[in-house]
C-alpha cells in the first residue's frame, strides 16, 4: 500500500522521480500533476476530493467503467491460482488459451488466431513481424514496404511510432525507411471544397498512387485505424474503406486494422471494420480487451494468414516474456464475458445515438466549426470563424484552454489539435451523458468568454 501523503508531497516526489509519458518534463516539474487516487462507476476521484466525470473512459480503455468487481475478481483469483508462467517452450497456461477462444468467438468470421502482448504497440510492431515473416515463407521476400498515414496513431516503440503518422512525434526519432505515409481522410482539415465523398474517394486513391510508386512486388501491407482515435476522431467519408478494401484486394496487400480504440463497442459493433463494412486481414486489439484493468494487447490473425505460417516448418522468432499472462488473460475473460452476457455492444445503438445527437446541439455553439463522431466518441472542432474555418487560437491554445475549463467544471475530456475529444464509457446512461455534454458547453461558453468571441 502506497503511504499517506498531503498532495504536496505526493507531487513533489511525483516531479522529483517519475518522467511521464507525452509530457513536457521541463514545463510539468515546475506545475506538478493530479493525483488520481480512485474511480467509481465513470468517475475519477483525486487527492484533493475532485470528483471528475471521465469523458475519455481512462485513456479510451475502461468502457465499462471502474466499478466491474467480476473483473477485479477473476484476476486476484488467478493471482492465487497460478500468477505467471510463460507461454514460450511449448507450454501454455489456461487463461491464455481460454482467452485465445473467446477472441475467436467476438472477431469476425476468418479470424481462428491470437498473438498476445502487452500493448497495442507491441502487438502494431508484431504485425509488422508476421507480414514480414508470411511473404518470406511465400517466396516474396521483397514485400517489405509498410503503408500508413499521416496523423494516425499505432503506438511508442520504434516500429508503433514510426507507423504513426504524428509529425512531432517523428521530429524525436529516426523512423524505420520502409514504412510510408499518404494523407488521412481528414476532411474538415483538408477537403477544401471537395464534397466529403469526394474527398475520401480522393484520400483512399493516394494508397493506390504509393503502390504504385514503391511497386507492388514491394508493398506488404497498408494499416489504418477504422476511425482515427488520438488522431481526433477522424471518421472517414462513406466512400474511404470500400475503395481501401478494393485497392488492397487487387494488389495483394495485406490489410491491418489497428482496433486498439476502436475495437471492442466503441463504434457500436464490436470492431470498427464491421461497421464500416470492410474484411481486414490482420486486426490489432488492446486496451478494452481487459476494460484497462490489466495491460494486454494482441494481433487477432486472418486465417489466409496463419495457414501460411502454419504450413511451414520453423520457428515465428517472436514474443514477449508476458505474452499470455495469466493474470491480463482472466482480466480478458472476464470483461468479454461482461460484454457477451450483457449485450451492451449489441443494445449500444439508442445511447450512442443519445450521446451523439446531444453532442450536435453544441454544433451552433459560436466557437463550434465541426461535430462529428459515430458510435460513443466525437470531437468538436474549435473555430474563430465557422464558414472559414479558421482555427480559434494559434498552437491549439484554444481546445487547452476549452479542456483546462471542462476539467475544472468536472469533465475530463481531451484537447487534440484544435479540438475538444470525448469517448465516455459505454455504460453512460442520459443523464450521465446531459451532465457531460452541458459541462462541456460551459467550457465551451468559458473559451468563447477568453477570445472574446461571446
Ligand atoms: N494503436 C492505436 C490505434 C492506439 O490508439 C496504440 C496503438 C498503442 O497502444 P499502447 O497500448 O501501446 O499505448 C494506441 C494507443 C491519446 C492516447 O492521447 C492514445 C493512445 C495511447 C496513449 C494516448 O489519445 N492510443
Aim: with cysteine; hydrophobic share 40%; net charge negative.
Amino acid at each position: 500500500m502506497t503511504q499517506a501523503r498531503s498532495t504536496q508531497q505526493w507531487q513533489a516526489l511525483d516531479q522529483s522521480h517519475h518522467l511521464h509519458p507525452f509530457t513536457d518534463f521541463q514545463q510539468y516539474a515546475g506545475k506538478g500533476g493530479r493525483i488520481v487516487t480512485g474511480a467509481e462507476h465513470i468517475y475519477i476521484m483525486d487527492s484533493d476530493g475532485n470528483q471528475i466525470l471521465d469523458g475519455m473512459s481512462g485513456l479510451w480503455c475502461c468502457n465499462l467503467g471502474y466499478s466491474q468487481s467480476t473483473i477485479n475478481e477473476a484476476i486476484t483469483n488467478q493471482l492465487q491460482q497460478l500468477p505467471y508462467y510463460n507461454n514460450f517452450f511449448n507450454c501454455s497456461n489456461q487463461p491464455a488459451v481460454e482467452l485465445a477462444k473467446a477472441l475467436v468467438d467476438v472477431t469476425p468470421a476468418g479470424f481462428n488466431h491470437v498473438f498476445f502482448t502487452n500493448s497495442g504497440s507491441e502487438a502494431n510492431d508484431t504485425n509488422i513481424r508476421l507480414v514480414h515473416r508470411y511473404y518470406d515463407l511465400l517466396g516474396k521476400p521483397e514485400k517489405k514496404h509498410i503503408i500508413s498515414r499521416k496523423n494516425g496513431y499505432h503506438g511508442s516503440t520504434i516500429a508503433a511510432a514510426s507507423l504513426g503518422g504524428m509529425d512531432y512525434m517523428h521530429k524525436q526519432f529516426t523512423g524505420l525507411n520502409y514504412v510510408h505515409h499518404i494523407a488521412q481522410p481528414h476532411w474538415f482539415a483538408d477537403g477544401g471544397d471537395l464534397s466529403p465523398e469526394e474527398f475520401g474517394l480522393q484520400a483512399a486513391k493516394e494508397l493506390e498512387a504509393k503502390i504504385d510508386e514503391l511497386g507492388e512486388d514491394k508493398v506488404a501491407a497498408f494499416i489504418a485505424e477504422p476511425v482515427q482515435g488520438a488522431g481526433g476522431v477522424i471518421v472517414p467519408p462513406a466512400t474511404y474503406w470500400p475503395e481501401i478494401q478494393r485497392i488492397c484486394r487487387e494488389r495483394d496487400i495485406l490489410l491491418i486494422s489497428d482496433e486498439v480504440i476502436c475495437g471492442f463497442g466503441r463504434t457500436g459493433n464490436w470492431f470498427g471494420c464491421e461497421t464500416f463494412g470492410y474484411e481486414p486481414d490482420l486486426i490489432t486489439f488492446a486496451k478494452a480487451v481487459t476494460n484497462g484493468y490489466q495491460p494486454l494487447g494482441g494481433v487477432m490473425v486472418g486465417d489466409k494468414i496463419a495457414n501460411v505460417l502454419m504450413a511451414h516448418e520453423g520457428e515465428f522468432a517472436h514474443g514477449l516474456t508476458y505474452s499470455g499472462h495469466p493474470a491480463a488473460a482472466a482480466a480478458g475473460i472476464a470483461t468479454l464475458d461482461i460484454l457477451k452476457n450483457s449485450q451492451i455492444i449489441e443494445n449500444s445503438g439508442e445511447i450512442m445515438d443519445y450521446f451523439q445527437q446531444q453532442l450536435r446541439t453544441l454544433a451552433d455553439h459560436p466557437i463550434v466549426g465541426e461535430v462529428r463522431g459515430l458510435g460513443m466518441f466525437a470531437a468538436l472542432e474549435l473555430v474563430k470563424d465557422k464558414s472559414s474555418r479558421e482555427r480559434l487560437a494559434p498552437e491549439s491554445a484554444g481546445a487547452v484552454y476549452c479542456r483546462d475549463q471542462a476539467i475544472g467544471n468536472g469533465l475530463m475530456v481531451r484537447a487534440v489539435g484544435d479540438a475538444m475529444v470525448s469517448a465516455p464509457p459505454l455504460i453512460c446512461n442520459r443523464e450521465e451523458i446531459d451532465t457531460l455534454v452541458d459541462r462541456l458547453n460551459r467550457a465551451l461558453d468559458a473559451t468563447a468568454g477568453h477570445y472574446g468571441l461571446k
